[in-house]
């Protein structure tokens, strides 16, 4: 196992120093390494020491838990004897704060010695050597002071010294691969984690909730990173982005399982009951200063992470599921770098390195919940895609079923339709044409039957044929056309009796419930009132008039007026009994009309009718 950590952590090194060099290019042989400096420690509640130290020095291996100061001494080769131009120096790490002194002048300032809020060992730092300070053919010394916090990860790495051209390169390289990658990751695992907190919000799946927290969690990690001056004081600063970055790894690893759809539980048990020790432990390392706890809780999260890979290997090799391969690649880079980091970067082992590659593996889990949101949004779209066509489907079956049954409906309509109209029509010819013939026919078989009264009994029987003849023909909504037929068929009558007829109808529009039925109501309502005045008002002129009112509810209004005797002298217009007037009423309401009977303005008599209805 040692033996294959130290294989995989060589690869590394020997990747990230490829990478380093196609960064910098063919300057890199123009940059002059020093690994070595006479230090001066003096670390708190200890006697300070001096003696010579290899470069990169780790304060925390040798003090650790324990704050203090350090002063390093560096003997710089001569200038001349490296290219000519400006030259300057590369701090890889540095800290916690520092100040940079060449041949007794300051150069640089890291920060504010002993001042917490700064931290110059989380980047590299470019310092500008100016020519006036160098010695001539001499050595010039380079003098380091720092202040350093406990558990904060202070130290000095190798001091690269060089030509300004050849030292830029590299240090743009070290920060592209530091400070820049971690403010990109810290982003992205922002708008990731928005996302995946908004999506767990609609749906509420834990896979959504559990990145989420993960994504959030990460970001302190990452910020911290990139992040040289942060307002919370050391060593509460520590202890949050301890915190957060157990908990991005745990989160991660139960997002994992989640994705698999695979949640044993008791490995989902384990993820939790770490997740929380290293949480508490996290807490209790920073408050007690004791960095072994913090090293503890991250060899449980790298257990942890190491527990879930039989699982997904499994399902990448039994269930052949094309997720499983991709988690197994990213899981085993992400475990991979996290023993990298921890026994490398952490405890020094195989010979230390400078960084971590943990928030690089880890930035791939991004990547697969982008492509799990994207399959799954793809896959609900071809499932709407095909419930749509089977929605499609049914409904065509259904609208035909229904075309169907309305096809046999309308038919049976049309047939109830037929069946209403010839009863409407037999009975119409029953109470109408048949009960005028009836009264006929007892007339002439008695005796003394006078001629006149048989002709206006045959006259109103051929009147009550037409009548029941003209309301088979369609009205089309149209009152006027009706009262132009009435008109047409009552005029010989009215000529016969020497009766002029004045004629005034106005523009009627088409009515919605004029039926067939309706308009022989009018017609027999109007015939009733014109035989009156026929028989009974001894009149020589008759005044029709017919108009639209508009109201709520609008209304047709028919007034017929006659210059007849009147009411009150001609009784016998209203029938023996009331008959006539009765049954015109009867008519009227059976219509839902309303029917007036009263003297005219100059004498004679008036019949008005009004007809709520509404336009067609």
């Known amino acids: 196992m040692q033996g294959a950590i ?257 949640n044993p539980p008791w490995l989902v048990r384990t993820i939790h009951t770490v997740l929380g020790t290293a949480v508490v432990l996290a807490c209790a390392s920073f408050g007690l200063a004791r960095p072994a706890l913090w090293t503890a809780s991250l060899i449980l999260l790298q257990l942890t992470s190491m527990a879930c890979l039989p699982l997904v290997l499994r399902e990448a090799f039994v269930a052949r599921r094309r997720i499983a391969w991709v988690l197994v690649a990213a899981g085993t880079l992400a475990v991979t770098a996290g023993a990298h980091d921890l026994l490398a970067v952490r405890i020094g082992l195989f010979g230390g390195a400078e960084f971590t590659l943990t928030s690089h593996a880890m930035f791939f889990f991004v990547l697969i919940l982008a492509g799990v949101v994207i399959e799954r949004y793809s896959r609900s779209v071809t499932d709407y895609r095909a419930l749509n066509a089977n929605l499609a489907e049914r409904v065509a079956e259904r609208e035909q079923q229904l075309r169907g049954a309305f096809d046999e409906l309308r038919a049976q309509q049309q047939e109830q339709a037929v069946l209403i109209e010839r009863q409407r029509i037999m009975r119409e010819i029953h109470d109408g044409v048949g009960s005028q013939l009836v009264g006929l026919l007892n007339m002439v078989t008695q005796r003394g039957s006078s001629t006149a009264v048989l002709e206006e009994h045959v006259k109103l029987a051929l009147d009550e044929m037409r009548m029941a003849v003209d309301s088979l023909q369609p009205t089309h909504d149209d009152l006027a056309t009706m009262l132009a037929t009435l008109r047409y068929r009552l005029q010989p009558r009215l000529d016969a009796a020497g009766i002029a007829l004045d004629w005034d109808v106005a523009a009627i529009p088409p009515v919605a419930s004029f039926t067939a039925q309706v308009a022989l109501q009018f017609q027999r309502i109007l015939l009733e009132a014109f035989t009156n005045v026929l028989k009974h008002a001894r009149a020589s002129r008759i005044f029709m008039h017919a108009s639209w009112r508009d109201g709520a509810p609008p209304r047709v209004r028919i007034v017929l007026t006659d210059n007849g005797v009147g009411i009150q002298d001609a009784p016998a217009m209203l029938g023996a009994t009331g008959h006539g007037t009765a049954n015109m009423r009867a008519r009227a309401m059976a219509i839902g009309a309303t029917l007036q009977i009263e003297a005219g303005a100059d004498g004679g008599t008036s019949v008005v009718l009004d007809w709520p209805c509404h336009p067609a």
């Open 6 to 262: 130290r294989a995989v952590t060589r690869c590394l090194a020997l990747a990230i120093a490829a990478l380093t060099a196609v960064a910098a290019g063919p300057a890199a042989a123009e940059i002059h390494s020093v690994g070595a400096a006479t230090a001066t420690l003096r670390p708190e509640g200890l006697p300070s020491a001096s003696r010579e130290v290899e470069l990169p020095f780790r304060w925390d291996r040798e003090y650790p838990g324990r704050g203090g100061t350090v002063s390093y001494r560096i003997t710089l080769p001569p200038g001349a004897t490296l290219d000519g131009g400006p030259l300057a120096l590369l701090l890889s790490g540095v800290g916690n704060q520092a100040a940079i002194s060449l041949n007794g002048t300051v150069v640089a300032r890291l920060g504010i010695l002993g001042e917490r809020g700064y931290d110059a060992s989380k980047a590299s730092h470019l310092i500008r050597i100016p020519a006036a300070l160098l010695h001539a053919g001499q050595p010039d010394e380079l003098l380091i002071e720092a202040t350093v916090q406990r558990q904060r990860g202070a130290g000095l790495s190798a001091v690269r010294y060089g030509s300004e051209a050849a030292i830029e390169p590299l240090e743009a390289a070290q920060r592209r691969w530091r400070h820049t990658s971690s403010i990109v990751y810290a982003v992205s695992l922002l708008l990731m984690g928005g996302l995946a907190a908004g999506l767990w919000w609609r749906q509420r799946d834990a896979l959504y909730g559990c990145f989420s927290l993960a994504a959030f969690s990460g970001v302190i990690r990452n910020l911290d990173r990139a992040w040289l001056d942060v307002p919370v004081p050391w060593p509460l600063w520590g202890a949050m982005v301890a915190v957060g970055y157990a908990c991005h790894i745990g989160f991660i690893a139960r997002f994992v399982l989640l994705v698999l759809d695979r």
